[in-house]
């Protein structure tokens, strides 16, 4: 007699869980703990390598965004395409239609001949926090190579990708105005400064596109911004990277760019090697520094030293979770205070890749 076999699946909520002890209240309260993990369980569990979490560190209200990482070699870029013969999105996702769309897009992402094959690297998928739970319609991010081309060249393979990205999720062409804008701000920038991360803010319901840029060398952001006609206040940004940038080894800039360039400025700051407060000294200066300038809640400090860890946890094989602060920001709108945002998240390590997703037990 042929036994019955029993299927027991893991989702990506067991990768949360495994960290979530480790989450500070004042930065997650138990309602958004818990709106993350139905989150996550929507999610195969080899859907991404990293995840991790935005908090506003000067912000009472313990919320944090959360966003998946995907590479293009693991499993997770199959998952969210539909090619992954043991897993697949949950049928809240699948029927979702601009989950359809994305789905789509990972498809044609790991297709070798494919333009977004050739030029993308990663992706981010940042979902917003609501009320007591998380929209399902991410932010998409995105890495894009050619930083090695001429301006001119980088800007044609990059709207390429933009048009390809929006026929597929959109069915239209980038729009030629906000494109022309673009344009203007990739030529502008010097030889040596790079363009690290594009985004579409898609739940926020805007048509600007996020910029990350790094390489800028001493003040030559300031320039930059200058030529481009930011409308800001220059003397902030250049008095705000005087007062926190510098504190830090590596920094990267954040503009949105629409039909115009909004005055909106963000300013990344890291320390090297993923430097943590548990073994660096430097975190604590930065740290009663941020608290002295009302940009960090005590509490919330705490919370972001303790998430530092390493832990193992067995499933069918043991997997291996490197957690802790990856870097702050320094955000600038006008006419409001400076804000400070941490972000932090953990590094998902298994053993062997796709062995994890499911097994079969004879009874």
Request: aromatic share 12%; glycine share 6%; with cysteine.
């Amino acid at each position: 007699m042929v036994k019955p076999l029993i299927i027991m699946k893991y989702t990506f909520r067991d990768h949360f869980s495994a960290i979530a002890p480790g989450l500070s209240t004042a930065l997650l309260a138990p309602v958004h703990a818990q709106a993350i993990g139905d989150l996550c369980s929507l999610f195969p569990f080899d859907a991404a390598s990293d995840f991790g979490f935005e908090s506003r560190l000067g912000n009472p209200e313990a919320t944090c965004d959360f966003f998946l990482q995907i590479r293009k070699e693991r499993a997770g870029s199959g998952i969210i395409a539909g090619k992954s013969e043991v897993a697949r999105l949950s049928p809240v996702l699948l029927n979702n239609p601009f989950w359809q769309g994305i789905s789509k897009l990972f498809e044609a992402w790991i297709e070798p001949s494919s333009i977004l094959n050739k030029r993308l690297e990663l992706f981010w998928l940042e979902f917003d926090c609501l009320e007591s739970s998380f929209n399902p319609i991410p932010n998409i991010f995105f890495k894009i190579n050619g930083n090695t081309e001429s301006r001119k060249a980088q800007w044609g393979s990059m709207l390429e990708v933009l048009n390809e990205i929006y026929g597929i999720l959109f069915r239209i062409k980038f729009p030629a105005g906000l494109g022309e804008n673009l344009k203007r701000c990739t030529e502008a920038l010097p030889q040596y400064a790079n363009i690290y991360q594009v985004g579409f803010m898609i739940p926020r319901k805007t048509e600007a596109v996020r910029l990350i840029l790094n390489g800028f060398r001493d003040d030559s952001i300031i320039e930059y911004l200058k030529n481009i006609r930011w409308p800001g206040e220059i003397d902030a940004i250049h008095k705000m990277i005087e007062r926190y940038a510098v504190k830090f080894d590596h920094t990267a800039f954040n503009l949105h760019i629409g039909e115009m360039v909004l005055p909106f400025f963000g300013t990344e700051m890291y320390l090297s090697d993923m430097s943590q407060p548990i073994w660096d000294p430097r975190w604590r200066e930065i740290l009663d520094f941020l608290e002295a300038e009302n940009l960090l809640l005590r509490g919330k400090r705490e919370g972001l030293g303790s998430y530092s860890s390493k832990k193992k946890v067995s499933y069918l094989l043991p997997v291996n979770y490197i957690s802790g602060i990856n870097h702050l920001k320094i955000a600038y709108k006008p006419g409001m205070p400076l804000e400070c945002k941490g972000y932090f998240g953990t590094m998902i390590n298994p053993q062997k890749e796709a062995a994890i997703q499911h097994t079969v037990n004879e009874t």
